[in-house]
């Protein structure tokens, strides 16, 4: 069975670190490039992220830098979520190799531009901005792409304002291009990933397998678990970006339905709101489809998995080093 395809656009983010994972060591996913945004934290810093999460990972995809900043408005980030360097928590490791020298927008164009239509799939985990220029450079990536699976936006409250989750927030023209476009959108917003908790029980689980890459993510959550538990008052960290990965992997573990979604751009106090109408209440034809549950257990389970076939990956590469090295 071929591997579904996936560009992963991202602002790493804690959470973003383990969609990276879950993407890279998921043996049904094909992890064709990385892609960066401003977003968690300024362009530069979530680039490197993305960068140390490879080098932790002994991952060899392509990572390339987008854009510095939202299309119209002035620049959001979250570090007192994700910190200064937008990964605190662990040491991060040197990056083993160098970004991409091409734009993102341009990497993600020839990518899909590089395979049949309908076969890559475009995850954004951060904000728009690069997917909307995408579209706008090479309109035809449209009816190229197999589907766009973002993390963005919620149908009943937000995090950034209580209209406004920060995906969405940070960038609500780009939001807004992405929705309307002809392509087929689910929005994996807040309603679902806040079912995404890493508790004690999940990070004793990573913790069991014993790698250095598992201690780096038992680092990762840990820091994540502190600011959810002092910012938000969450007993336990919902691990947003790897959901939308899940979905592509395994889509029975999440219930989807569709709507129309309409992103606020006016509003005094609403901007960036995913304004979701399951039913007819406007008279809009439905542009999206919405994950509302999530079994949980099932998308542990996966994530867990992947991070102990990426440790053993990595395990199996360092003992064939050190042999074929003469001590
Ligand atoms: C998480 C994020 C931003 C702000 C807060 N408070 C929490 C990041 C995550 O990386 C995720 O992609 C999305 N934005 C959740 O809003
Ligand atoms: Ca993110």
New binding site residues.
Partial sequence: MSRHKIILD???????AIAILLAAGDPSIELLAITTCA??QTLEKVTRNALAVCAVAGLDVPVAAGAAGPLVRQQLV?P???GESGLDGPVLPAPTHAADPRHAVDLIIDTIMAHEPGTVSLVP??PLTNIALAMRKEPSIIGRVKEVVL??GSYTRG??TPAA???IA?DPEAAAAVFDAEWPVTMVG?DL?HQATADDDVVARIAAIGSPLADFVVEVLTFFAST?RE??GFDAPPV??PCCVAAIIDPSVMEIRSAFVAVELAGTWTSGMTVTDFGDAYGQPHNARVATKLDRARFWDLTIEAIRRLSEASATEASATTEGTPQ
Wanted: net charge negative.
């Fill in positions: 991202c602002d790493p983010g804690h959470d973003d977003g968690n979250a007192d979520i994700h985990t951060g993390m963005g995090n950034r989750e920060f995906n940070a807040l990933t959810y910012r938000q947003h970006d």
